[in-house]
Nanobody, 128 residues
Framework: QVQLVESGGGLVQPGGSLRLSCAEASEFTLEYYGIAWFRQAPGKEREGVACISSSDERVYYGDSVKGRFTISRDNVEATVSLQMNSLKTEDTANYYC????????????????????WGKGTQVTVSS
């Protein structure tokens, strides 16, 4: 059973940076999984942030984070990271990673139910 664990969340000032990490806790490799980051703030709908495919390493970003966030995969460390720069107060949310067996494309990248496994989330708070 794949178990995803997110880390790296915390409190940061506007304009600052954080790096989130998604790891697998049961020694499964994430190398063959499509991985996505979602976020959800209180009272708001869940939003797809970034995803990376398993086959060709294509990456996709939500419009609100393009140019500021970068998703990357480290197969040696078996992690997928989300580097978040130029953070804004509206980036405040609980961030979740999700894993999918099989190919990922732009059409399904940010559909929560297309994924097979989900972590419990890590809180990111952007505030002065």
């Amino acid at each position: 059973q794949v178990q995803l664990v997110e880390s790296g969340g915390g409190l940061v000032q506007p304009g600052g940076s954080l790096r989130l990490s998604c790891a697998e806790a049961s020694e499964f490799t994430l190398e063959y999984y499509g991985i996505a980051w979602f976020r959800q703030a209180p009272g708001k709908e869940r939003e797809g942030v970034a995803c990376i495919s398993s086959s060709d390493e294509r990456v996709y970003y939500g419009d609100s984070v393009k140019g500021r966030f970068t998703i990357s995969r480290d197969n040696v460390e078996a992690t997928v990271s989300l580097q978040m720069n130029s953070l804004k107060t509206e980036d405040t949310a609980n961030y979740y990673c999700a894993a999918r067996i099989g190919p990922t494309n732009q059409a399904m990248c940010f559909i929560w139910d297309e994924y097979d496994y989900w972590g419990k989330g890590t809180q990111v708070t952007v505030s002065s």
